[in-house]
T-cell receptor, first 113, second 115 residues
Framework: QQPVQSPQAVILREGEDAVINCSSSKALYSVHWYRQKHGEAPVFLMI?????EQKGHEKISASFNEKKQQSSLYLTASQLSYSGTYFC??????????????FGKGTKLSVKP | NAGVMQNPRHLVRRRGQEARLRCSPMKGHSHVYWYRQLPEEGLKFMVYLQKENIIDESGMPKERFSAEFPKEGPSILRIQQVVRGDSAAYFC?????????????FGPGTRLTVL
């Protein structure tokens, strides 16, 4: 039930691009992306909803393939501040409880000068 | 507009004591979620509450753990008779009513250490 994130870790030079993937074995209603720096709270980046609606930062883009139950986060022209661990949180497309997120294990991104 | 507030930020307890963690959601938010995070791991859902109601507690251990979100005051996560395995960072998040789904805003967390 826990979504699978890939890669587990990635090292970039400033200015390079990265893609982080998140896939689930269950039908999804939404995918949420967060970034967490060491010792800090997760910070909201993006939410993608079934049907195509998105909410998030202008400089970060993401896709959500409902049929494949996959989402990808695209980080372009990376900056040092992008370093951190990226988590996807998935919300199931089932009746009953809504809102609780099942998080992946995270992708650790390091951006070097 | 103040963000989600959690206190204490750090809590040290001896085995067998009780730990009480508090969370005040953002203004206007009526939904609270508690998550637990072990070192180098992801966030694990514990419980989802609205005012005076537990909506989903499927992630809560059956014993020793309880949560509430009273009509007045913060949400409380209570851990009775703590054990070393309870040592973790506990984050709460809040969101406005979900029409449609909304992002969850996280508090700074409470780091619980059990000696």
């Amino acid at each position: 039930q826990q979504p699978v994130q890939s890669p587990q870790a990635v090292i970039l030079r400033e200015g390079e691009d990265a893609v982080i993937n998140c896939s689930s074995s269950k039908a999804l209603y939404s995918v949420h992306w967060y970034r967490q720096k060491h010792g800090e709270a997760p910070v909201f980046l993006m939410i993608l909803l079934k049907g195509g609606e998105q909410k998030g930062h202008e400089k970060i883009s993401a896709s959500f393939n409902e049929k494949k139950q996959q989402s990808s986060l695209y980080l372009t022209a990376s900056q040092l501040s992008y370093s951190g661990t990226y988590f996807c949180g998935t919300e199931g497309n089932y009746g009953g409880s809504q809102g609780n997120l099942i998080f992946g294990k995270g992708t650790k991104l390091s951006v070097k000068p | 507009n103040a963000g989600v507030m959690q206190n204490p930020r750090h809590l040290v307890r001896r085995r067998g004591q009780e730990a009480r963690l508090r969370c005040s959601p953002m203004k206007g938010h009526s939904h609270v979620y508690w998550y637990r995070q072990l070192p180098e791991e992801g966030l694990k859902f514990m419980v989802y509450l609205q005012k005076e109601n537990i909506i989903d507690e499927s992630g809560m251990p059956k014993e020793r753990f309880s949560a509430e979100f009273p009509k007045e005051g913060p949400s409380i996560l209570r851990i009775q008779q703590v054990v070393r395995g309870d040592s973790a960072a506990y984050f709460c998040a809040s969101s406005p009513p979900m029409t449609p789904r909304n992002e969850q805003f996280f508090g700074p967390g409470t780091r619980l250490t059990v000696l």
